[in-house]
C-alpha cells in the first residue's frame, strides 16, 4: 500500500510527503534502514496527542452545553484513550501503511493496539503541519465526531446515576431497566435496553455489552425529559 492510495482512500493530498511518511514510520525501520535517513513518528505522535485533545475538546465543548467540566473531561478521555485510538486507525487502514522493521513486523507490530494508536495520533500531527488546524477538524468531523454523536462513548458517562437523580428530583417515580432485544452472534452480540419509569418506557438504547445498552438508554430518556 503507498501513501498515495492512503490520500485518495482519506481525499486528503499532503503538501510535503516526506511528512505523511514519517507519521508511518516506526522507529524499527528507521533502525534497519539508517541510509534512508529517515525519521520515526514518536514527535509527530506528540504533537498529534495535543491535537487530537484540543479537536475533541472544542467539539464537546460546544455540544455538550449542559455537560459538566467533569463530565467532559471523563468522555474525552475516553475518546482519546489508547484502545479508541486504535478502533480509529483500524477503521482507516492505518495498519497497512506502516514501516515497521522485520523484527517488529515478525511479531505482529502491524496489528499492535499501541503501535496502531501511535500512528493515529502521528498522523494528526502529520495533517496539522502540513494542513493546518482547520483540516484536521474536517478530518475528525469525517471520522471521529459522529462516533462521539452516536453515543460510541456513553459508556464513560453515568447516565444512569443523572436520571436516578433527575426522576427522584422532579417525579419521585420508579426507574428499571430490562434487556427487549438482544441481536447477532454471540462474539459480536448487541443488546438493546429500554428505561422504564413508573412503568413507562422513556428511553432506548443498543450496546455490545448490557451495561452500555443501559447507559444509552439512560441518556435517550434524559434527552426526551430536556426537551
Keep these: 500500500m503507498t501513501m498515495a492510495q492512503l490520500e485518495k482512500e482519506l481525499g486528503i493530498t499532503f503538501n510535503d ?37 484540543l479537536g475533541v475538546s472544542q467539539y464537546l465543548y460546544r455540544q455538550k452545553e449542559r455537560s459538566a467540566e467533569g463530565d467532559l473531561t471523563k468522555l474525552r478521555a475516553s475518546i482519546v484513550c489508547e484502545p479508541s485510538l486504535e478502533e480509529f486507525a483500524r477503521e482507516l487502514n492505518f495498519g497497512e501503511y506502516l514501516l515497521l522493521g522485520r523484527g517488529e513486523e515478525q511479531t505482529g507490530g502491524r496489528d499492535r493496539p499501541a503501535l496502531l494508536a501511535d500512528v493515529f495520533e502521528a498522523f494528526l500531527g502529520a495533517l496539522y503541519l502540513d494542513r493546518g488546524f482547520d483540516v484536521v477538524i474536517q478530518f475528525l468531523q ?58 413507562n418506557v422513556s428511553g432506548k438504547g443498543t450496546g455490545h455489552t448490557k451495561k452500555e445498552a443501559e447507559q444509552r438508554a439512560a441518556k435517550n430518556a434524559l434527552d426526551t425529559l430536556d426537551d
Design 142 to 199: 469525517q471520522y471521529v465526531y459522529p462516533k462521539i454523536t452516536t453515543g460510541a462513548f456513553s459508556h464513560a458517562m453515568d447516565y444512569k446515576s443523572k436520571l436516578q437523580e433527575h426522576v427522584q428530583k422532579h417525579r419521585n417515580h420508579s426507574i428499571d431497566y430490562v434487556i427487549a432485544d438482544e441481536k447477532g452472534p454471540s462474539h459480536d452480540k448487541e443488546f438493546i435496553a429500554q428505561v422504564l419509569i413508573n412503568g
Design 17 to 53: 510527503h516526506d511528512l505523511l511518511r514519517q507519521a508511518f514510520t516506526h522507529s524499527s525501520y528507521v533502525n534497519e534502514h539508517r541510509h534512508e535517513s529517515s525519521s520515526d513518528n514518536e514527535r509527530l505522535e506528540f504533537l498529534g496527542d495535543a491535537v487530537l485533545e
